[in-house]
């Protein structure tokens, strides 16, 4: 159970983003507290990666403020919020394909370290650097496939490493716009069961269409529609809410 009197790591409040007429964010304010999955769902178009963007920094909102791990970071660049811990949607891109797991993890650990690793050692052989790495992809259950290239992983075992760089990088808190897109039904099994346990480590806000995965994940489930929160609940909340069923869930209920 999610403790609802704890600091919320996370504090949005009175968010506003408007795109010429029209008002993709309209007052959203929601938090995320410690331990916590937060689901954010709505139908397309409500305003979810807007809200997501705004949030780590790549878009700017018009009104309202971002409190994040003590701090009004309604103003602060995306590369400062990364630093104080934002832990960035997922982002493909930031993989070195060709590198194996661990080397993809080592450099972030090295990333983050700076100077305080010698760089004149070759990487590979650097062993507080190895360790460090090795006992990231631990964390996210990948150090059997510590060898294997980013490229070679599957689909949701590259999304693991992902966050096992962004664990290497400080993050306190992770902002997930729909990480079981493209996945099969056992792909989103293993990485449901994954992101169950990454909660501990790092409260999550988790946009997803998936309903079996939000249903079996969620501490809180805040439905958004046309850029307002027209809910914030329990799954079984959520589910009983006759607004909600109406302007989203239908059947899924
Ligand atoms: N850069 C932009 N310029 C203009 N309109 C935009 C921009 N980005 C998003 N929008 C509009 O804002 C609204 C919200 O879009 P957004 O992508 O946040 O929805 P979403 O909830 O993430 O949808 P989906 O479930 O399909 O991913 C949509 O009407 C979209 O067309
Ligand atoms: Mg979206």
Request: net charge negative; glycine share 10%.
């Given at each position: 159970m999610v403790d609802l009197a704890a600091e919320p790591v996370l504090e949005i409040t009175g968010l506003v983003k408007t795109f010429g007429a029209l008002r993709?964010?309209?007052?959203v304010t929601l938090d995320l507290r410690p331990g916590e999955i937060h689901a954010l769902i709505g139908p397309n178009g409500a305003g979810k990666s807007t809200l997501i963007h705004q949030i780590c920094g790549t878009l700017r909102q018009d009104g309202g403020t971002i409190r994040f791990a003590g701090q009004?970071?309604?103003?602060?660049?995306v590369a400062e919020r990364a630093r104080l811990g934002l832990g960035r949607t997922f982002?493909?891109?930031?993989?070195?394909?060709?590198?194996?797991a661990l080397r993809n993890v080592m450099l972030a650990v090295q990333a983050k370290a700076g100077s305080s690793f010698r760089f004149f050692k070759p990487v590979m052989r650097d062993r507080s650097l190895l360790d460090t790495a090795m006992a990231m992809l631990e964390r996210v259950g990948l150090a059997g496939r510590a060898d294997i290239a980013a490229a070679e992983l599957s689909h949701g075992e590259r999304r693991q490493l992902e966050i096992a760089i962004a664990l290497a990088l400080g993050s306190k808190a992770f902002l997930l716009d729909e990480p079981m897109a493209g996945m099969g039904p056992e792909g989103s099994k293993r990485l449901t069961g994954f992101l169950d346990g990454l909660r501990h480590q790092a409260p999550i806000l988790l946009v997803e269409h998936d309903m079996d995965a939000v249903f079996a994940l969620a501490d809180r489930i805040s439905v958004l529609v046309y850029g307002r929160v027209i809910a914030t609940g329990t799954v079984d909340e959520i589910r009983r809410d006759p607004a909600v069923r109406t302007a989203y869930l239908g059947d899924h209920a």
């Open positions: 993709a964010t309209d007052g009004d970071i309604s103003r602060t660049g982002q493909v891109s930031s993989l070195a394909p060709e590198f194996s």
